[in-house]
């Protein structure tokens, strides 16, 4: 059973497409990184997946109907919205204590382990505490929960760069196992690209484009080339060029890396490159752009 | 199936497969309370201010006293416990009609302000329906507050009583004369009935109309509570001449006294009619706890549908 199955989801606000007929597919064990501009509908999306929001189409997260069933899929499922939906009034002992008398897998225990960790006190509450303690928080509530799948949209948003790579590490770390799938939605492509599995691309409602990240490194390539080699590179028909120091830097799908070497210098694109290229090259992208 | 997972070994619930666990709804619905009290402290802090504020007073009025008595002012005895009975009856007035005010004032924001601030995206990502949300907020009014002001009001009354008693002794006046008036048993019994007639059962409708306009209102939540029933009233008058809907409106509201007492007494008359068959037999009552219901599933239906502000 895949974690996550979408056919042909649709949802409309008003006139405005949000989601225009999506399919994805997610298994068990991977870390999915959806990523896109703002507003190309990844809020949407996850929306969809947890069951907060309506959708045309069909959609099934750990086989369940999200819409439908989403209490009893909360038992499996486990999400961060936003760093600032932790209720501020709260102390985080009665934070503790509520999801561990709601939720039948919160192991308290392990909550406070990783709070140990940190320098969040018991008795504080959540106004009191700084951006990145809300959300260190939020983690060790979250961690804390044995669930199937943990959804995260722009878990770090606004955070400084510390709390940023602490939030991944122990992400990766101390919670993901293969039994678990993680979804990450984010616009800050480079923070979590060594983090992911596979990465999704959303614009405009439409994911258009996906791959698994073994997979990106055996198909796609960068090349920086000289002035002078870069009618020759072009002719093997790069998917995207930008201009770099010193020469441009193109970027090839499937095209033989040894025949590549001979043009210049050969690495592995960042997911950052590719997003910019399969963005860029979207029609009606560049007009959107000038503009 | 061990064998393979070498991850983590101290979560035994990773070897089960995630089997289904399930918390039973009264536990569920028990920590939401718990949840309700914990945001909203003014449930239990107002009604508690407005009793010390009641003893502190009754207080300062036997130390006033003692000082009259000691001017060899006479006191008429009878006129003293008359006075007595007010303070008491004034004191149970005083605590029940806070709790109305913070039941307004708590179902106007039940709903509305876990949007505002969004932590609704948090409770959300919890194992917790939304009927089980709903009823547990629409449970501060009609239970909690009920029995809280019940509680408080005997507990001040009582201190007033002893005050009273001590005071009486003081001036060397008869105490059994006072406790006899008083029959505090049956004023006690008469002020459950009023809190559950009334504050709970009576004025059902209007909390929950107040809930669901809460979780529909964007904003100014307390606006859209009062203007749409203001606006139908209007329409009926000068449409159609008539004003049935302010009518039930201020029957609601004002009327609730007939409604569960029968002719001729007050409902804050410590010991008379209790007369559970004139209430239960008031369409009335019923035809608004049908309204409760609907206006209770509607709240249900739109905390699903809404999300944050």
């Known amino acids: ?291 | 199936m061990n064998t393979q997972s070498n991850a983590i070994p101290d979560t035994p619930v990773e070897a089960q497969g995630f089997a289904p666990a399930v918390i039973p709804e009264s536990r569920i619905l028990y920590w939401l309370v718990q949840r309700e009290l914990w945001e909203n402290r003014s449930i239990y802090i107002a009604p508690l201010a407005v009793a010390g504020y009641i003893l502190a007073s009754t207080l300062i009025y036997y130390f006033r006293q003692a000082g009259k008595m000691r001017a060899a002012l006479p006191l008429d005895p009878m006129q003293q416990h008359e006075v007595f009975a007010q303070q008491v009856d004034f004191a149970a007035l005083l605590i029940m009609g806070t709790t109305f005010l913070v039941a307004i004032f708590y179902c106007l924001d039940a709903l509305h302000g876990e949007r505002r601030d969004r932590s609704i995206l948090f409770w959300r990502s919890l194992p917790v329906s939304d009927l089980m949300t709903v009823l547990s907020k629409a449970s501060i009014p009609l239970v909690v507050l009920p029995l809280l002001t019940f509680a408080i009001t005997v507990v001040t009354q009582g201190l007033m009583v002893l005050m009273g008693s001590v005071a009486l002794m003081g001036s060397g006046l008869s105490v059994a004369t006072l406790w006899n008036q008083l029959s505090l048993s049956q004023m006690w019994l008469g002020l459950l009935y009023h809190l559950v007639t009334i504050h709970a059962l009576w004025y059902a409708p209007i909390f929950c109309w107040l809930l669901l306009v809460s979780a529909w209102a964007r904003r100014a939540a307390f606006l859209w509570a009062a203007l749409p029933l203001l606006a139908i009233a209007i329409v009926e008058k000068i449409a159609f001449n008539t004003s049935y809907f302010a009518a039930m409106l201020q029957h609601r509201l004002g009327g609730a006294a007939e409604a569960v007492i029968a002719p001729g007494t007050l409902p804050m008359d410590p010991m008379t009619h209790i007369t559970p068959g004139h209430f239960l037999s008031n369409p009335g009552l019923w035809l608004g706890l049908a309204i409760f219901a609907a206006f209770l599933a509607a709240a249900v239906r739109l905390r699903r549908y809404q999300g944050p502000i």
């Open chain 1, 1 to 291: 059973m895949a974690c996550i199955e979408a056919r042909g989801l649709r949802k409309a606000f008003g006139t405005t497409i949000a989601l225009d007929g999506i399919n994805m597919r997610v298994e068990e064990g991977r870390i999915l990184g959806l990523i896109g501009p703002n507003g190309a509908g990844k809020t949407t999306a996850l929306d969809a997946i947890l069951g907060l929001t309506t959708f045309q189409g069909q959609l099934r997260t750990l086989g369940r109907d999200p819409w439908k069933e989403r209490d009893q899929l909360m038992r499996d499922v486990c999400f961060i919205a936003d760093v600032a939906v932790l209720p501020r009034w709260a102390r985080v002992s009665q934070l503790l204590d509520y999801v561990g008398a709601v939720h039948p897998r919160f192991n308290r225990a392990k909550a406070e382990s990783f709070l140990a960790k940190t320098t969040i006190n018991r008795t504080s509450k959540v106004r009191e505490l700084s951006k990145g303690m809300v959300t260190q928080l939020h983690l060790a509530v979250v961690m804390a929960i044995d669930a199937r799948l943990l959804v995260l949209d722009e878990p770090t948003l606004g955070l400084d760069i510390l709390y940023r790579k602490q939030f991944y590490d122990s992400l990766l770390n101390d919670y993901f196992d293969h039994n678990r799938t993680i979804v990450v939605a984010t616009h800050q492509v480079e923070e979590i690209e060594h983090v992911l599995t596979d990465v999704m691309f959303i614009d405009r409602g439409r994911i258009v484009f996906e791959c698994s990240m073994d997979d990106l490194e055996s198909r796609y390539a960068e090349v920086k080339v000289r002035p002078e080699q870069a009618p020759a590179a072009r002719a093997l028909k790069p998917m995207y060029e930008r201009q770099a120091i010193g020469g441009s830097v193109l970027l090839f799908d499937g095209v033989d890396r040894q025949q590549l070497a001979a043009l210049g210098e050969v690495r592995t694109p960042g997911v950052a490159d590719l997003f910019v290229a399969v963005i860029g090259n979207q029609p009606g992208r560049a007009q959107g752009a000038a503009r």
